[in-house]
């Protein structure tokens, strides 16, 4: 590189800044930098944490993790055993009963969109405390089938059916007439046109009805913001029966049981809510269900089924969720316990941490040397003890001994 042209006054006068900067500025210049937390992120500067997994360790872990879940399992399944639910079949009782699927169908066809009333009952055994929730349940429904589930269009459920275009997704549930685009369905698809439109009445034998409320049993979110105030157009007419399901009167955010039909059920069996009884029932007391039945299952061999049920804080009647965390919390304090015995214990064998002596190349080597030491040991025994092999079987087993000891561990 070229000389500097500086002059030799220049570079005298020259300076660096830590020269003019004060003792305060260097310290906090020279101090570590400090980061937000985002930036500690970023840079990979968060302080970590990495355990030495011991049998100790794993045998704290294992029995923390069993007395948890059983401390949660326990009073999950008692508020599921607490929760007090029948299930009364309806689908082949009554003039259903003892005929075949076709008798069934005409029987409905005959009735039209009016539906073949007749009741069933059930007797109390434990007291049912209020709220007790009416639900009904159609078995071998699959409503989690993929093209069901997709059957839908929106926009024509928000702001009405002449909103959008054409959706293929209701097809064939799309128009009245298929290629016909004036009379256009609203809601379309398979889950508004499969509407259930069974309908029921509660009442104790021998006393008075008991309300069913079914005000408020779909999600606010979905009368607030899912569906609008569109008006249903074209939607089920002849009664249901002509189309599969039932109809609408009212604007679709104000139906209550059609918004609780519009979530797919994740099960093969669909449950749905269908309302809530304000009063509790007695032990002992018979309760009478007037159904009025109108929706066709019987083309498939499918099951319908009324429901009562109360709920606790976990929700409906499930004891599986509180058995799989006292079986899962009864596995861990059996593995800790089994640590417990073996380690702590001592009834199973374990070698001292940081031993070389089992390694497996340092064990090789050291079977190697003692080969060697056993030849040369023979060799001298046939040369009658010389000192010269003595002294080289003495320097092989000092290397012997030097390379399988474990190597001495620092002090803490």
Known sequence: MPRSNLSADTSVQSFTTEDTATSVELERR?????????KKFAYQKFKGWRPILTPHNAELFFAACGV???????????????????????????????????ARQALLAQQGGYGVNYTVSLTVDKRMEAPIYVAFELGSFFQNF??????????????????????????????????????????????AHSFFNDTFLVSLAGGPQL????????WSSDANHLYGPASPQNYNPGGGYSRGGNTSEVVLNQNQH??????????????KLYGRIDQSIEAGQQVVIAVTNRYNTYEYSGTKSVILT?????????T????????????????????????????????????????????RHAAELHAQQQFLAASAAGDGGAPANGAAVQGVVADSTTAAAPAEQPKN
């Open 68 to 102: 948890l879940l059983i401390a949660l399992g326990v009073p999950i399944l008692i508020a599921s055993l607490n929760v007090v639910e029948y299930r009364v079949p309806y689908a082949f009782e009554g003039p259903f009963a003892g005929v075949d699927a076709d």
């Open 30 to 38: 020279r101090a570590p930098k400090k980061y937000k937390w985002h």
């Open 258 to 271: 059609w918004m609780v039909w519009m979530r797919p059920h994740s099960k093969v069996a669909a449950q």
């Open 211 to 218: 309300p069913v409320d079914d005000s408020d049993i779909a």
């Open 310 to 318: 109360t709920n606790s804080w976990v929700g409906g009647k499930n």
């Open 320 to 363: 599986f969720l509180g058995a799989l965390y006292l079986a899962t919390g009864g596995v861990c304090l059996l593995i800790a316990l089994f640590f417990f015995a073996g380690y702590d214990l001592g009834l199973i064998w374990k070698r001292p941490y940081g031993d070389l002596a089992n390694v497996s190349w340092l064990r």
């Open 146 to 191: 993929r093209r069901y589930v997709r059957s839908y269009d929106p926009t024509r459920m928000h702001d009405g059916a002449g909103s959008g275009g054409p959706v293929s997704a209701c097809a064939p549930f799309s128009y009245v007439d298929a290629g016909n685009d004036t009379l256009p369905i609203n809601p379309c698809g398979q889950i």
